[in-house]
């Protein structure tokens, strides 16, 4: 069964890049036709897509972010990685990396990390 | 960035049918697709719905979706405790070309 979870650090300092990792497993990122990508969700609001990067290396950003934001996959390792440059309170939030299904286009997502609380302060 | 608007709360007592709205505009609901995830206190949203009405597998039937024009709406009939959550909504937007998601419906049962 695919499983994806989160790592990196919790605390990101004011205009400093936020970078995290989403390790998968039970699944191939380079065998596999599935979409990779990071979801966000400020404290006590709603969801905001980040993007998203298909196994071929396509990717795919928020329009409101894509001037901060990288995506980009190790295959060697299984992971795939989220960059966020400089942030500032507002990008404080619980990041979550999901994986969907190639047939989706990335509009559904039916495999969630459990999200890593990122607080920007300095 | 505009969202899915959805009411902040729903309730609900054991075994009663409660809906959730979800409305949106013709770059998103109006002509895509809506998806609706489940979000338990303190963990990841879980796929409930995709492509409207559609449920994965291991979701219990007394979760349906359905949608009309630039509106959809998530029903759970014999409402348990245990469905006691936020409710987002979600639609693929033209003018983001990627997903849009709803606030979120926080559903007490009572």
């Known amino acids: 069964q695919l499983q994806v979870q989160e790592s990196g650090p919790r605390l990101v300092r004011p205009s400093e890049t936020l970078s995290l990792t989403c390790t998968v497993t039970?699944?191939?990122?380079?065998?596999?036709?599935?979409?990779w990508g990071w979801i966000r969700q400020s404290p006590g609001k709603g969801l905001e897509w980040i993007g998203s990067i298909y196994y071929l290396g396509s990717t795919y950003y928020n329009p409101s972010l894509k001037s901060r934001v990288t995506i980009s996959v190790e295959t060697s390792k299984n992971q795939f990685s989220l960059r966020l440059s400089s942030v500032s309170a507002a990008d404080t939030a619980v990041y979550y990396c999901a994986s969907a299904p190639g047939y989706s286009g990335y509009d559904w997502w039916d495999s969630w990390g459990q999200g890593t609380l990122v607080t920007v302060s300095s | 960035q505009s969202v899915l608007t959805q009411p902040p709360s729903a309730s609900g007592t054991p075994g009663q049918r409660v809906t959730i709205s979800c409305s949106g505009s013709s770059s998103n609901i109006g002509s895509k697709t809506v998806n609706w995830y489940q979000q338990l206190p303190g963990t990841a949203p879980k796929l409930l719905i995709y492509?409207?009405?559609q449920r994965p597998s291991g979701v219990p039937d007394r979760f349906s979706g359905s949608k009309s024009g630039t509106s959809a709406s998530l029903a759970i009939s014999g409402l348990q405790s245990d469905d006691e959550a936020e409710y987002y909504c979600g639609a693929w937007d033209d003018s983001l070309n990627g997903p849009l998601f709803g606030g979120g419906t926080k559903l007490t049962v009572l």
């Open positions: 492509s409207n009405n």
């Open positions: 039970g699944a191939s990122i380079r065998r596999s036709t599935n979409y």
